[in-house]
């Protein structure tokens, strides 16, 4: 059974930082590409980042792009999102999910293979 679990996610003021984590199991890692998406409250869901599953090519919303970064650790089947300058329209539950094809990542797709159960970020003004 595949499992994401996402954590990390907390209360942090603006201008600050957090680095949110997910677990995988269950799926050979390195195989898939993983992403971040979030969802604030009364909003669609919307891309954050992605990472090839080898983690030689990462791609960033531009609305995140110099202050986030997601990366991947495929000996611990974890990937990261460094979350800079935090900004309050940050604040969303964040959402991990892998697919096996990284375009359909950066797409966006609603049905990715695997998503996670999310973790909500609060940034305060």
């Known amino acids: 059974q595949v499992q994401l679990v996402e954590s990390g996610g907390g209360l942090v003021q603006a201008g600050g930082s957090l680095r949110l984590s997910c677990a995988a199991s269950?799926?050979?890692?390195?195989?898939?590409?993983m992403g971040w998406f979030r969802q604030a409250l009364g909003k669609e869901r919307e891309f954050v980042a992605a990472i090839s599953g080898s983690g030689g090519r990462a791609s960033h919303a531009e609305s995140v792009k110099g202050r986030f970064t997601m990366s991947r650790d495929n000996a611990k089947n974890t990937v990261y999102l460094q979350m800079n300058s935090l900004k309050p329209e940050d604040t969303a539950v964040y959402y991990c999910a892998a697919d096996q094809v990284l375009y359909r990542v950066l797409a966006g797709k609603d049905n990715l293979d695997y998503w996670g159960n999310g973790t909500l970020v609060t940034v305060s003004s």
């Open positions: 269950g799926l050979t890692f390195d195989s898939y590409a």
